[in-house]
């Protein structure tokens, strides 16, 4: 069980255009979804939390404009990069948090690279 | 001071030998206490969690918490070049956000055949 899912798992697009990505856990109700990413030989950055049917928190430093959030159901969050340039271009991964766990330990899905050009 | 903090590395063991990976952390209320592995160009995957002082076995792996010395560890017996990675030490605290978990910067480990 706890599995979570990314789509698409790489995705090279033009500057300037604009990216989805989605998060779904496949097989438990997440309570909340984190939106991280990762340059190459660094460490996570958490980019935000979403919380199904509210508004995502995002962590200081990070463009709600620009890094759009969605979570509109228990199983689906989806990351929207807006405008993409290659600055952008990373590594994105979400996790999520059961509902019916206690420690509150995230599972990752297995990230989304993404290219600028 | 950062909130969770792991020596970078890399860490080199013998095959077969003992890997012993340390973590600290600065919120002395901290509730709960993870330990991730993360291969190269892929996303965490959780070990194990730990969240009462002592011990805690699974397999190889050993999980070690001190709450009092704010210390975690994890313990890799019979290391196997299978265990070549980057181990990311996690911890929820306290903060309003109850379910969002600090993580370190990652200790690189390399099993030596």
């Known amino acids: 069980g706890a599995v979570v899912s990314q789509h698409p798992s790489w995705v090279i697009c033009k500057s300037g255009t604009s990216v989805k990505i989605e998060c779904r856990s496949l097989?438990?109700?997440?309570?909340?979804m984190f939106w991280y990413r990762q340059f190459p030989k660094q460490s996570l950055m958490l980019m935000a939390t979403?919380?199904?049917?509210?508004?995502?928190?995002?962590e200081q430093g990070v463009e709600k404009d620009k890094f759009l959030i969605n979570h509109a159901s228990l199983t689906l969050s989806t990351l929207t990069v807006t405008s993409a340039h290659p600055e952008d271009s990373s590594f994105y991964i979400c996790?999520?948090?059961?509902?019916?766990?206690?420690?509150?330990?995230?599972?990752f899905g297995p990230g989304t690279r993404l290219t600028v050009l | 001071q950062k909130e969770v903090e792991q020596n970078s590395g890399p860490l080199s063991v013998p095959e077969g030998a003992i890997a012993s990976l340390n973590c600290t952390y600065s919120?002395?209320?901290?509730?709960?206490f993870f330990w991730y592995r993360q291969y190269s160009g892929k996303s965490p995957e959780l070990i194990m969690f730990?969240?009462?002082?002592g011990d805690k076995e699974d397999g190889r792996f050993t999980a070690q918490l001190n709450k009092a010395s704010q210390y975690v560890s994890l313990l890799i017996r019979d290391s196997q070049p299978s265990d070549s990675a980057t181990y990311l030490c996690?911890?929820?605290?306290?903060?309003?956000?109850?379910?969002?978990?600090?993580f370190g910067s990652g200790t690189r480990l390399s099993i030596r055949p």
């Open positions: 996790s999520a948090t059961r509902a019916a766990s206690s420690y509150n330990e995230q599972f």
């Open positions: 097989d438990f109700q997440a309570t909340t």
């Open positions: 979403s919380n199904e049917g509210s508004k995502a928190t995002y």
């Open positions: 919120d002395r209320g901290s509730q709960s």
């Open positions: 730990i969240y009462s002082n």
């Open positions: 996690a911890v929820r605290g306290q903060d309003s956000s109850a379910s969002k978990i600090i």
